[in-house]
């Protein structure tokens, strides 16, 4: 009987320690601003495992319910969602973790990865709360199975916007049929339509930021405080200082990461998306060189195809 009893106390001491360092994951956006700025390279080696834990307590978290349902004719099954629901808290906890290094490491920032943060850190603390409520009696533990549907509902939140600023925002709308795509109401992540729609600028370089740069550097995700997806905002530059400097290509930081050698860890685009075409490096050269300005028409000694590339459908 003392055995069993140190083995329950043993139990809700760790769901306890589990729900203190939640609580404590909670703490960090407060402490630990995400600021736009890259910090430790070692934040950012850690954090680069986040994309391949964060699939544990994916499957572990959809696998409880099974269990919990699957339990109520096979008892021995509920002992396994005890142990899986462990699992699911410490995978959690470690998931979350590393995504906040790899975005404080990194220095992402923006909408998107706010709201990636804010809906993980709670998916943590609500599977934390879960073995509480399951090992209680009375009120709680028959909120169990409530608390058990929104933190599923939490995953999917939390998945679908990790997948949104990994691929895009239409990752999963893209090839939805036409009527259900009206349904679902996405919205395109894109740059904001020039105010000079004929010029240069609007026609050819836009597009290329656009298509290339803007899932990093736009409105949801923001890395080294730089955003592309307006001129007046690629003009003020991020954490670096300005980016184009018009007139002087030589000088522009941005020019100079596109020219990397891909295997440069400053190399942009970066985190293995295709990097731009020599056309387009050899566009944003002469734009720069030629002012940079919103407003010029065309670029003397520019020859660009009038079907390549197109600007997007708004």
């Known amino acids: 009987m003392n055995q069993v009893r140190a083995e329950a106390l043993g139990v809700k001491l760790v769901w306890v320690a589990s729900l203190l360092v939640s609580l404590a994951l909670l703490l960090l956006p407060f402490v630990f601003r995400l600021d736009g700025k890259p910090h430790a390279d070692w934040q950012q080696f850690l954090g680069r495992f986040h994309p391949f834990v964060v699939h544990l307590p994916v499957g572990l978290i959809l696998l409880v319910p099974v269990l919990e349902l699957a339990g ?5 099954l509920r002992e396994a969602a005890t142990f899986v629901l462990g699992l699911s808290v410490f995978s959690c906890l470690l998931a979350a973790t590393l995504g906040y290094l790899l975005a404080y490491g990194s220095g992402d920032a923006g909408a998107g990865v706010s709201r ?13 709360l879960c073995p509480l409520f399951r090992g209680s009696s009375g009120g709680l533990r028959g909120a169990y199975p409530y608390l058990l549907a929104c933190v599923v509902l ?3 939140l939390t998945a679908h916007q990790g997948g949104s600023l990994t691929h895009g925002d239409t990752y999963l709308s893209e090839y939805l049929p036409a009527p259900l795509k009206g349904l679902a109401g996405g919205r395109r992540l ?3 339509a020039p105010d000079f729609p004929d010029s240069f600028y609007a026609r050819h370089i836009y597009p290329i930021f656009n298509a290339k740069c803007v899932v990093c550097h736009g409105e949801q995700k923001v890395k080294g405080g730089l955003r592309v997806d307006s001129y007046d905002l690629l003009m003020r530059g991020g954490t670096s200082g300005a980016v184009i400097i018009p007139g002087k290509p030589e000088r522009s930081i941005l020019l100079e990461r596109i020219t990397l050698p891909p295997d440069h860890k400053k190399f942009m685009p970066g985190e293995g998306k295709p990097p731009l075409m020599p056309e387009e490096i050899a566009w944003i050269r002469a734009w720069i060189a030629q002012g940079a300005s919103p407003e010029l028409k065309s670029l003397e000694g520019v020859v660009v195809p009038e ?8």
């Open 307 to 314: 079907e390549y590339p197109k600007l997007p459908e708004p």
């Open 116 to 128: 990636h943060m804010w809906s993980g850190l709670a998916l943590t603390l609500a599977v934390s």
């Open 154 to 156: 939490l995953l999917a």
């Open 72 to 76: 109520r004719t096979r008892p021995a």
């Open 190 to 192: 894109q740059a904001r």
